[in-house]
């Protein structure tokens, strides 16, 4: 095993903690990967980086703030920290009640042609859930104007 990535809501100490815990029990190259939400503490004692399903659909984000963390640029990696919080927020908040749906609405949001994969069917998102999304994106500046509304 050369990496691992602790996905677990109910762990008894911080994730950093148990990242921590983890690099003491193994030599290199194992490498530790860490929750978008907790990149900034989580590389600083040594995690690699982060394997996020919500920075897939918005890559350009997660350069920026490991570049920042790298670069010893504080300010920056926080605010950004904060941006990745409210994009993983907003995923973790429609996953339940949407699926796969929210990756696939994202990315036709970034204006990729994507296809609902048929094996795994998923509710539609509603037009307020699509709307949350659009918003946050057009505020972070991941798509430049708002999209057309679409049908729910």
């Known amino acids: 095993m ?40 989580a590389m600083s004692v040594g995690v690699a980086g982060t394997i996020s399903p919500p920075l897939a659909v918005t890559p350009e984000i997660a350069v920026e703030l490991v570049a920042a963390i790298d670069g010893g640029n504080a300010e920056q990696a926080l605010a950004l920290q904060k941006n990745v919080i409210r994009i993983h927020d ?11 749906t929210i990756y696939c609405e994202a990315m036709r949001l970034r204006g990729f042609d994507v296809k609902m994969y048929p094996r795994w069917p998923s509710k539609p998102l509603s037009r307020d859930a699509y709307d949350e999304m659009r918003d946050l994106f057009t505020e972070l500046k991941i798509v430049n104007a708002p999209a057309q509304a679409r049908s729910a």
């Not at 109910?10 to 030599?27: H, I, Q």
């Not at 973790?92 to 699926?99: C, D, E, H, K, M």
């Open 2 to 41: 050369r990496s691992a990535k602790n996905a677990e809501f109910n762990v008894p100490r911080s994730y950093v903690d148990e990242a921590m815990a983890y690099m003491k029990l193994v030599e290199a190259p194992f490498a530790p990967y860490a929750l978008a939400s907790n990149l900034v503490s």
């Open 90 to 100: 907003l995923f973790l908040r429609l996953a339940g009640p949407f699926g796969r």
